[in-house]
């Protein structure tokens, strides 16, 4: 049978093609990546749109579509412009544990806002000590009469400087064995006392995302921020990161194809020894190689979407079509740098950003080696 996306999907595909061919800007991607800030107008006009909302249901101001409709939004936005697109569609990271585990009151307060693009939503598991392995976390939350006393600190936290509400992973049970049969997920407002947020800077890449150092000083919260169940935390986090590293898989599929149109083209128009460089077989073939890749990993990464939108989320495969696209976009991105010679090693020509941007996808939702040892824990479990 062969593989074809519906009209409806062709149609979000296009729709944000030309949104981001409209509304993106070069220069302004340029501009916000060195002064490392946030495309917050574009977040928003991509929000009233409803391209940052696909994946959540009308009755809270979504289009009611899934994820597989998330990540062709997600590939052409990155496709377009790899750090305006990711920082556009990322601004609802994290929401989705409020829509399949948060309680109706929860959904109602957060979801239609966000939906809209006033506000912006952040997810905290990482510690300074604790990143590939969050089985146990140094943020605890301890309970007096009826108050939550929060108290930690997490790391490399996107969206956190600018983010309306946080949801952040905490022991809620220091005793229990294994550990991770004692977190609880709670989601913290801006501006509630003891949470202090500072802007981590100087990244490599994406740096059109804003990220930040969270710190929790007897932060009190109520079971009402509960999200999911108490001391569940743990496994709704492990579900989360399936649904995210498939968008993940999507950024980075699109930020190679983007990066791959730029060299493929430039590769026509340049001139070397008498020829059009395309003509040598080194630059030639290692195109077609990559353009292999690339649309390798964008099956994966379909296919991976398609099965969590079925209700049949495999973790295995989420975690194939992350390490395989992330791989395929670092491959990509370096290709077109070298393509380009010595123009792609310049901000302009764009490609040295989309190779900057590129790099995250191996190491942010789960690096690359924890892909590996998930892809082997369920092939062990099935063969
Ligand atoms: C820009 C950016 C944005 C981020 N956004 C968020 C966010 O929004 N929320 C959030 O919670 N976190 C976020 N992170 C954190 C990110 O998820 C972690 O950095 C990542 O999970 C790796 O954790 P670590 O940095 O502590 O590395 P470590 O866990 O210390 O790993 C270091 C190295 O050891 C390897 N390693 C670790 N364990 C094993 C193992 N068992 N076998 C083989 N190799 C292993 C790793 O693969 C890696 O190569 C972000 C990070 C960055 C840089």
Not at 188 to 194: A, F, N, S, V, Y
Not at 293 to 321: H, N, V
Not at 350 to 367: H, L, P, S
């Amino acid at each position: 049978m062969e593989f074809k996306l519906s009209e409806e999907q062709l149609e979000i595909k296009r729709a944000v093609r030309e949104f981001c061919e409209k509304e993106f800007d070069s220069e302004l991607a340029l501009e916000l990546d060195r002064k490392e800030e946030f495309p917050m107008e574009l977040y928003k006009k991509a929000a009233k749109l409803g391209f940052t909302s696909l994946a959540f249901p009308e009755e809270y101001g979504g289009q009611g579509y899934g994820y597989l409709e998330t990540c062709i939004a997600m590939e052409e936005m990155c496709r377009v412009d790899s750090s305006l697109g990711l920082a556009v569609m990322i601004g609802v990271f994290g929401s989705d544990l409020i829509l399949f585990h948060g309680t109706e009151e929860q959904k109602e307060k957060y979801l239609p806002p966000l939906c809209r693009g006033d506000y912006i939503s952040a997810a905290a598991f990482t510690e300074p000590g604790r990143g590939s392995d969050i089985t146990k976390m140094d943020t605890t939350a301890v309970k007096y009469g009826d108050e939550w006393w929060i108290n930690g600190t997490k790391t490399f936290i996107t969206n956190a400087p600018i983010a309306d509400f946080i949801i952040v992973l905490c022991q809620t049970d220091t005793k229990v064995r294994p550990t991770y049969r004692g977190q609880t997920l709670f989601v913290i407002d801006k501006g509630t006392p003891g949470l202090d947020v500072t802007k981590q800077t100087n990244k490599m890449g994406i740096r059109c995302t804003a990220t930040g150092e969270v710190s929790l000083s007897d932060v009190k919260v109520t079971d009402w921020n509960i999200v999911g169940e108490l001391n569940r935390g743990f496994y709704h986090s492990m579900w989360f990161f399936d649904i995210s590293r498939v968008a993940v898989a999507a950024q980075a599929v699109g930020t190679a194809q983007g990066a791959f149109e730029i060299a493929f083209k430039y590769a026509k128009e340049r001139e070397a020894f008498g020829q059009p460089i395309m003509q040598f077989q080194q630059i030639g073939c290692r195109l077609a190689e990559v353009a292999t890749e690339i649309e390798a990993a964008r099956l994966l990464t379909y296919k991976a979407a398609w099965t969590i939108d079925q209700g049949k989320m495999d973790p295995m495969l989420t975690s194939m079509a992350k390490l395989y696209a992330s791989k395929a976009a670092v491959k990509a991105t370096d290709a077109a740098i070298q393509t380009l010679g010595g123009y792609g090693y310049m901000g302009e020509y764009k490609v040295e950003r989309y190779y900057r941007d590129a790099k995250i996808t191996e190491i942010y939702e789960g690096t690359s080696e924890i892909q590996r040892l998930t892809i082997l824990r369920y092939l062990l479990r099935r063969f």
